[in-house]
Every structure is written in structure tokens, then in C-alpha cells.
């Protein structure tokens, strides 16, 4: 694991300066504390920091092929580089390191552009072709490695984080104002932008490619729903899903240094320590953390995992003086505002890993492929209820009976919030059943949300135009499928993005065996009763686990990892809130409503509604200002 950087000014009399270079790949030190290196070519700059994984002596970047014409930064793992190694051998390539680095290259020089199609892992990389002038860039199929690139007329820039690029004074720190609504929405941007004006992320599945002045970009692969084989037994199912994740753990298996296991105790984390334990020769190091707080603890069940797969089990449990403490750094480690405050708690689990192993493996992914959250059958549900409900027989019944009774209810009342989420009482589309209703800030919020000046005019009706994009590409009619393909180039993304900044920002490598690509596609031909059966998900995981994991752990439902903000911001931290939120500085801005934001701070101090979401998310978006457009050390900013 390890972070790049560089620039190619498309002006070629425009020499690059090697102290520029080395400015962006010394914001990137977390990522590769172990090596550093730069290549200059006139007009082109490359810069590295490398995390030693393969081949600790031989894998310094970049890296050129044999004559030079050739060089690469890389980050990223290939699984599958030694059977790519042996082809390319038998076709004359000579190696001179045993590092996957090199197997990139020469795969390039074999294949060209399509190289891609050859690697399986994760992986983003930047290729300089000398003789062809072209610059070549990939990432993996999922989006596991990151790749953010700013393209001017002068010069393309690009790196492993954003903050890479903003070493580079000549790229502007500026609010993408077009992505707001879309961030206060989900948290996270659908398309290739992000919340810095002019810095795009390479999306997952996609090739850059820079020639003749010119940028191209391809997608390179996509998930295909094929029809399953109705002749297919459950059981054969059962075992091939078996067989293909053993495969993927194995694989992940590859380090030349001591590997580990971040186990929440749920089933996903909890089958790939099965597995894992079952093929190594020691026991293996697991790693896990939790709250204090007695319903935010969790630390029971991954220590039932541990024990049931032998394993040698650490823990930590986070105060929130060690929370409140780290979220600015953090949100310098993540370039864009937190979208998850499980988020703090995976780099206090990665920096305990940190003192033991130097790879983990995690169980990022499985909700995703096999329908792990319940707002999916939720949505089946409420959406197949509308349908009864809006027929004629019906539709007065709910409007003239239901709805104002369920308004009539006080605010207090314990199922009101419930029931104004469901098909009794919202319109009957998927932008209200599914986006709004798990949205942080919904269409009607972020209508009263923002100042004037700001939305002035803006048609929160297109709110969502980017995900009916995403989601009308799935080449399933099923409704399941298609909100799975969405979340896979969504929503995943982001828990990716997560997963490799906080990891990284303890210099810790993470493996994710459940996005495989074969498994993924694998996962893509299954009936979607081996996914969900009423309110059984990930039905075929399940089945699969049976005897290898605790009963307790299988029959869980998904609880994603708890934090206590909702406590912490109505009773014992509330000042954070209050300090952030209605600080003069905040105000002056000018992007809220401030009478829309203290309603909501309002309404969550006295009980009424669990706002916690919303204040998180507006407090971490007024940090990111500060941190990054307006350049404050984060160091200096104490929230406690």
C-alpha cells in the first residue's frame, strides 16, 4: 500500500521542478513511511511513498521497465501477479525484482490498454509511456484504491488524496457549490466530482488516458446481472459462493509481512477470521474496538469470533475526549467532511493494529453484493404496500384516514417517526420511499436548509438526477438488483474511501475479500432469494458460514458499527455542537439558514427527533472549510 503523486504540464517547454514533487508526495508520508522516490522527465514529474508489503528490498518507485521508456507509479495490490509473471516470462519479459509493480508494467508493454482486463486486486496506477507521450492511468473495478486528478488547460495533476494535489499552490481551494445538495443529501458525491471545485475522482472501473493533448476516459468494466440457472440447486450455489470466497481470502493472504483481521463481530468480519485462521499456521491477530457506553459495545461478539477461530484478540475502547480529539485530524486524513463517525473509531482500531501487524483483512462489501441492510427490504416492502395502497379502493383510506391520523400523533410518540418513514404515509416513488427517507438532509429539509444567496432558484426536484443515472445503467428489471448496482457504485464507494484513508492514516494496508471481482460477479448471477428471503438477508453468507461461525453471530442482523453521537450531542458534549454550529465564524459564511440549523439543534437537545445525522454532518462540513479552504492547522482546533 502505498500513495502517489504528480504533474504533466502539456506545455513540454515547461520544466517540472523536483522540489514541487516532493512537496505533494510529503503530504502522502502516512501512506509510505518506509521508501520515497521521484522521477523527472522535462515536462512530467512522478513522485512515491511506499508501505513495504512485497518484496521489502526490491519494490522501490517509480519503477521503469528494462530500457526506461516505460515508468510507473503504483498503489495497490495483484493477486494474481505471479500467474501474470509466468505468461510474461514464457513471452521473454525478464524481471529483476519479485514485486507486482513490475508485472504491471510489463502487462502494459504486452497489452497496452488492456491490461487492465489481466490484473485482479486493487490497485490505482499512472503509467508514462516516453515513446508514445501518453500518460495511462487505471483504477480497479470496485474503486478500492483511490485515484483524484485536476485537469486545466495548462497541466493535469493527480495523487492517492486530494491533499497531494493541493500542495500544488496553482490549484485553487474552492467549494464545489454544484455538489452541496448532493453531500448534504448522502454525504458523499454520486459522480466524478467532489466537494473541491475542479479535483475529480477517477471512477471505479475507468482508464485515463492523456495523448496528443487530449484526455480519454474509458470504462473498462461493469457488473452484469445475468439471468441464474434456474437448474442450479441451492446447495451447488452454496458451495461455489464457498469455494470463490476461500479463494479471495487465500489470495489476500500474500504479504511478506504479518497480517491481521479488523473483527467487529458480525458475520461478515466473522467469516472471513474463519477463514482465514483456518489457513495459516498460527493464530491469527484480530482487532476491535468499541465505546464505553454499554449499547455501543459490541466487543461480546468479537470476542465469541475470536475465540471460536483461535485467535489472539485486541481491543480498545474509545472515550469521547480520544473522539472529539482526533475528528479534526481525521478530517485532514479524509480531504473531504467524515461521512460516518464509525469512521474515527476504524482509525483507533487500525493505529492499535499498527503496533502488531502491518495488513488486515476486513469484511468491507458483502452488505452490498448480497443485500445486508434492512432499508432494502424495507423498500421492497413499503414500495410493494404503496402499490395496494394508491390503488382506488385504497387512496382515500390512506389520505383522508391514515395521514391525518399519524399527524395527529405528538411529535413524541414513540412510533410517529416510524410510521411517517413508511407507505402509509409517503408518496409512492423511490426518490421518497428509498432516497429521502435515507438521506441525511431530504429534498423538503434542504428546501428551508440554505440561505438564499446559496440555492437561490435551485430545483431540489433534480436532487437525485445522478442516482437515476447510476441506477438506470443495471441491466437487471429487478428492483433489488438495481438498488445493489446503485449502492455498488455509490455508497460503497464511500465506505472504500474510508477504509483506505483511515487505515492508511495509520500506515496499515486493508484487504477486502468479499470484492473480489470474480466474486462480485459471481454474486451478480444469484437468484435474489439466495440474497434476501423476507427479513433474511444475505441469505446465501448465511448458509455458507453454518457450523464455522458462533450461532449467535449468524443469526444477527446487521448493526454497522454504533457510536454514541446521539447521546454525546444532546446531553454530555452538546457544547461541540453549540461551539461549531452558532460560532459567529460559522454564521458569517452565509450558506445556511441559521434558523433552519438551531430548529434542528433544537429539536434534538429536547428529544423530539434523533437530528444527530444532521448536526454530525453539518459540523464536520464546517471543519473541512476551515481545514482546507481556509488553510487552519488542525492541530489547533480543539472541539472539548
Known amino acids: 500500500m502505498c500513495g502517489f503523486c504528480g504533474v504533466y504540464f502539456k506545455d513540454t517547454s515547461r520544466k517540472t521542478d523536483q522540489r514541487l514533487i516532493q512537496k505533494m508526495a510529503d503530504t502522502l508520508h502516512h501512506r509510505g513511511p518506509d521508501d520515497s522516490g521521484e522521477y523527472i522527465d522535462n515536462n512530467l514529474g512522478l513522485g512515491f511513498r511506499r508501505l513495504s508489503i512485497i518484496d521489502l528490498a526490491g519494490g522501490h518507485q517509480p519503477m521503469s521497465n528494462d530500457d526506461g521508456s516505460i515508468w510507473i507509479v503504483y498503489n495497490g495490490e495483484i493477486y494474481n501477479h505471479l500467474e501474470i509473471r509466468y505468461t510474461l516470462q514464457g513471452k521473454r519479459y525478464s524481471y529483476r525484482t519479485k514485486c507486482d ?3 504491471v508494467i510489463h502487462a502494459y508493454e504486452e497489452y497496452g490498454k488492456d491490461c487492465v482486463n489481466h490484473l485482479r486486486g486493487m490497485f490505482a496506477f499512472i503509467i508514462y509511456d516516453r515513446n508514445r507521450r501518453r500518460l495511462f492511468a487505471a483504477r480497479d473495478r470496485l474503486g478500492i484504491k483511490p485515484f483524484y486528478y485536476h485537469d486545466c488547460k495548462d497541466y493535469l ?30 454525504k458523499y458525491t454520486l459522480d466524478d466530482q467532489t466537494l473541491f471545485k475542479g479535483i475529480k475522482k477517477l471512477m471505479p472501473g475507468h482508464t485515463l488516458t492523456l495523448e496528443n493533448g487530449s484526455i480519454e476516459i474509458r470504462k473498462y468494466w461493469d457488473i452484469d446481472f445475468q439471468d441464474y440457472d434456474s437448474r442450479r ?30 473483527l467487529s463481530g458480525g458475520i461478515d468480519s466473522s467469516a472471513v477470521a474463519a477463514c482465514m485462521s483456518r489457513m495459516v499456521g498460527q493464530p491469527i491477530k484480530t482487532f476491535s474496538a468499541a465505546f464505553a457506553e454499554r449499547a455501543y459495545n459490541e466487543l461480546e461478539y468479537s470476542r465469541l469470533s475470536a475465540e471460536q477461530c483461535g485467535a489472539e484478540c485486541h481491543e480498545i475502547t474509545i472515550t469521547p475526549n480520544q473522539f472529539f480529539s482526533e475528528l479534526p485530524h481525521l478530517i485532514f486524513q479524509e480531504d473531504e467532511p467524515i461521512a460516518h463517525p464509525s469512521s474515527v473509531a476504524l482509525y483507533f482500531v487500525a493505529r492499535l493494529a499498527r503496533d502488531h501487524v502491518k495488513v488486515v483483512l476486513t469484511g468491507e462489501g458483502s ?16 414500495l410493494k404496500a404503496g402499490r395496494i395502497l394508491d390503488l382506488p379502493i385504497f387512496k382515500p383510506v390512506k389520505r383522508y384516514l391514515l395521514k391525518p391520523i399519524i399527524d395527529f400523533l405528538p411529535d413524541r410518540f ?11 404515509y409517503l408518496e409512492n416513488d423511490l426518490d421518497t420511499i428509498f432516497l429521502d427517507n435515507y438521506s441525511t438532509f431530504s429534498r423538503q429539509m434542504q428546501s428551508s436548509l440554505y440561505s438564499p444567496k446559496v440555492f437561490n432558484g435551485f430545483n431540489f426536484k433534480n436532487l437525485y438526477q445522478n442516482y437515476h443515472s447510476i441506477y438506470g445503467n ?19 464507494l464511500e465506505l472504500l474511501m474510508k477504509q483506505d484513508q483511515m487505515s492508511m492514516a495509520a500506515s496499515i494496508e486493508s484487504r477486502v475479500p468479499f470484492l473480489d471481482h470474480r466474486l462480485v460477479e459471481f454474486t451478480a448471477s444469484l437468484p435474489v432469494s439466495m440474497k ?13 458460514m453454518e457450523g464455522k461461525i458462533p450461532d449467535p453471530i449468524l443469526s444477527r442482523s ?13 446531553h454530555d458534549h452538546k457544547m461541540v455542537v453549540t461551539d461549531i454550529l452558532f460560532d459567529e465564524r460559522t454564521r458569517k459564511r452565509g450558506i445556511f439558514n441559521q434558523k433552519a440549523v438551531e430548529h434542528i439543534v433544537r429539536k434534538h437537545e429536547i428529544g423530539v427527533r434523533n437530528y444527530s445525522d444532521q448536526i454530525w454532518t453539518l459540523i464536520n462540513f464546517e471543519l473541512w472549510q476551515r481545514i482546507f479552504l481556509e488553510r487552519e492547522d488542525y492541530s489547533s482546533i480543539q472541539l472539548l
Open 532 to 544: 434476501i428471503k423476507g427479513l433474511n438477508t444475505k441469505r446465501i453468507l448465511r448458509k455458507a
Open 414 to 424: 414513540p412510533y410517529k417517526n416510524k410510521a411517517v418513514r413508511t407507505a402509509v
Open 558 to 570: 446487521k448493526k454497522g458499527f454504533p457510536v454514541p453521537i446521539e447521546k454525546w450531542f444532546r
Open 367 to 382: 452488505d452490498e453484493l448480497l443485500g445486508g441492510y434492512e432499508r432494502y427490504y424495507q423498500t421492497l416492502y413499503n
Open 233 to 262: 440447486s441451492e446447495q451447488r450455489y452454496i458451495e461455489q459462493f464457498h469455494e470463490l470466497f476461500e479463494e479471495s481470502v487465500k489470495m489476500r493472504l500474500m504479504s511478506d509481512v504479518p497480517l491481521g483481521m479488523f
Open 101 to 103: 509493480t513490475e508485472s
Open 474 to 492: 443495471c441491466n437487471s428489471e429487478l428492483l433489488l438488483n438495481k438498488l445493489l448496482y446503485a449502492d455498488l457504485k455509490t455508497y460503497l
Open 157 to 186: 495533476a493527480f495523487g492517492s488524496e486530494i491533499k497531494s494535489l493541493l500542495a500544488f499552490d496553482e490549484i485553487p481551494r474552492e467549494l464545489n457549490i454544484d455538489s452541496l445538495a448532493e453531500q448534504m443529501a448522502l
